[in-house]
Structures are given as structure tokens and as C-alpha cells.
């Protein structure tokens, strides 16, 4: 088959590659649409997993199905989070090896979905897997994981309707965590990005104020919307250390801050602002609800298809991966094997 191999910063390459195998617990996938993320540009444009394939947001087709593989037939139209634990901790003994502490996801630990044929072990329909309706396209399916990242945060927040919202980081998660504050009625969402096509759409999501980080302080225009009041809830999707402390100081004492995305960089902090306001810092990395996100997409709820900017043949995963990284215009840019 033919994959999209990494071979270091700024170096993919189409080379032919043996064919996935398929895990008694898991199905071999045709891949259809494969999103890049921005965890991929990190390693993109670094280096580091020379020969890896990279590719966790994806849907597809199952093409051949393990032996203890429950729900599924041929050619059912799928999306799933791949993931494997080391099989023989507690937690993975338990059932639930999202936990264990050796966990490898698609994409990076285990071969991932910039290919034509994927295998997904652990492929449990419900669980980290999901059938798409017929109303949801591939492209669409490819945006569930991100989706299903931006549902999970929110949910672990519970935010009121009249909670006053901030979101920093206008990727396709954050302005997924946008539209679900919206659809759970909240009215105050304050969000900061850079790139216009993002904050333009972030706009048209729902929040009240969009903020251009290029240009613009978030902290003063949270003043401005709160006052005294603060806000209540920050969800810091960019992964920028800057915005880790910027987070502290538009928080209220007893506020809670989630964060999203993924740090780089190295942030020095004093965990005495912790004690001292009683803020409530989650992280997001662990119960991420696919089919919860596939039903937002059903339902109209969630609309990711005007995040989804640029589509490319896999021959042309280099282009895409540089667009996704340098274009103005880039939210999602799509891979189609
Ligand atoms: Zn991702
Ligand atoms: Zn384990």
C-alpha cells in the first residue's frame, strides 16, 4: 500500500509499505479522510520518529475485521481513536487502557492514518469507535476526534449559561469548544486566535467577542467584558505558555482553567496562585467522546464543515502539511488516500 512516511522535519515522503496487520481485538480500515492536527505540525516541523506515519483523525471503511470484533461488517463507514496499552497493568487488565501509563496512540506510538489501510486495535463500537449515520460525510467523520477532544473539555467543565467563557486558541478544537458552549446556551464566550479565517468563523460560532492575538491583549478585553467579575471559565486550547499565565489572571478566584492543547515550551509558575485562589486546573487528555461528537455532528449541533479549508491526495501530504502550517486561510486541512 502506499503511506505518507515521515522521515524528519519538514521530510514526508509517498513510499510503498507492507500492508497493516490485522489484531484479533481490532479492523483494518480504508482510509478515506485523514486530518492533520496541530500534535503532526509539532513533529513536522522538529523532527524526531524517522519512519513514523503519521494521522489520528480519520474515517473510513472496514475492510477486514478481527476475531473478537463485535457490531461492525464490511464496509461499515467508521471514525476511531487508536490506542494500545502495554497489556499487562492493572488498568489494561481492567479493560480500560486509556490509563495505562504506556499508552501509544495512532499516529505516533502505532502506524497511523496518512496511508491507505490502517489497523485500529481495541476497536470497540461506543467506546473510542463509532459508525458514522449516513447524514455525515467522511470529511465531516475526520473532524470527530478533534470534536470529540472540544466535547470531553467541556463536559469535564460543566459550564452554566451564564458563565463568562474564554477560549484561547482558534484551531478546529477550539472552535468546536466554542459552538458546544453555545449550544449548551452560553452566553458569554470571549475567544482569542490569530489567522482571520479562524476568527471570522469563531465568530460566526458564537462567540460574543473575538479577539486577534496578533494585534490584541485578551487580557484587558476579559477586564472590559467581566469587570471585577472575571471569568468564570478559561479553556487554553493554544498550548502557549504565555496564555498559561494569562489564564491565571483572567480566571476569578474559584474559577476553573482546562487546559487543551498541548505545551511545547517549558512554563515557569508558582503553584502558589493554585493554593492561595483555589482555582481548578483539569487536564484533557483522557476520556475524549467520539460517538458523543459524532452525534453532535448529526444532530447540526456541532458544524465543522466550514473549518474543513483544504483537501489533498495523499501523493501531496508534504503540501498539506505545509499549508496547514503556514496558510492564512488553513483551520483543517484534509488528507484523502
Ligand atoms: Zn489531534
Ligand atoms: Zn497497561
Redesign the pocket.
Known amino acids: 500500500m502506499k503511506a505518507a512516511v515521515f522521515h524528519g522535519a519538514h521530510d514526508i515522503r509517498i513510499e510503498e509499505y507492507p500492508y497493516p496487520k490485522l489484531p484479533d481485538d481490532g479492523v483494518i480500515i480504508k482510509v478515506h479522510s485523514s486530518g492533520i492536527c496541530g500534535s503532526d505540525l509539532h513533529m513536522y516541523s522538529r523532527g524526531g520518529g524517522d519512519g513514523m506515519i503519521m494521522g489520528h483523525e480519520f474515517s473510513g471503511d472496514i475492510v477486514e475485521i478481527g476475531k473478537d470484533v463485535k457490531d461492525v461488517k464490511i464496509c461499515d463507514r467508521v471514525v476511531a481513536i487508536g490506542g494500545v ?5 492493572y ?2 487488565q481492567q479493560g480500560q ?1 486509556i490509563k ?1 501509563s ?1 499508552l501509544s496512540f495512532l499516529g505516533y506510538g502505532i502506524k497511523g492514518a496518512f496511508a491507505e489501510y490502517t489497523a485500529i486495535p481495541n476497536f470497540k463500537i461506543g467506546m473510542y469507535a463509532e459508525k458514522l449515520p449516513d447524514s455525515v460525510s467522511y470529511e465531516e467523520g475526520a473532524t470527530a476526534e478533534p470534536l470529540s477532544v472540544a466535547l470531553y473539555a467541556v463536559n469535564q467543565v460543566q459550564p452554566k449559561p451564564d458563565d463568562i467563557c474564554v477560549v484561547t486558541g482558534l484551531g478546529i478544537i477550539g472552535i468546536c469548544v466554542v459552538q458546544i458552549l453555545r449550544s449548551r446556551g452560553v452566553k458569554t464566550i470571549i475567544a482569542s486566535g490569530r489567522r482571520s479565517k479562524r476568527l471570522e468563523i469563531a465568530k460566526q460560532s458564537g462567540a460574543e467577542v473575538v479577539v486577534d492575538a496578533a494585534k490584541e491583549d485578551i487580557v484587558p478585553v476579559v477586564e472590559k467584558v467581566a469587570g471585577s467579575r472575571k471569568a468564570d471559565v478559561v479553556f487554553e486550547v493554544a498550548g502557549v505558555p504565555e496564555l498559561f499565565h494569562k489564564s491565571l489572571q483572567m480566571v476569578h478566584r474559584g474559577g476553573k482553567i482546562n487546559l487543551v492543547g498541548l505545551y511545547m515550551e517549558q512554563v515557569t509558575w508558582s503553584p502558589s496562585v493554585i493554593v492561595g485562589n483555589d482555582i481548578t486546573i483539569i487536564g484533557c487528555g483522557l476520556r475524549w467522546d467520539l460517538p458523543g461528537a459524532v452525534e453532535l455532528l448529526a444532530s447540526g449541533k456541532v458544524d465543522t464543515k466550514p473549518m474543513i479549508t483544504h483537501e489533498f491526495p495523499l501523493d501531496q501530504t508534504k503540501e498539506a502539511f505545509e499549508t496547514q502550517l503556514t496558510s492564512q486561510d488553513a483551520i483543517k486541512v484534509i488528507v484523502k488516500p
Do not use: L, M, S
Not at 496499552?85 to 497493568?89: A, I, L
Open positions: 496499552g502495554c497489556g499487562e497493568c488498568w489494561c487502557y495505562c504506556k
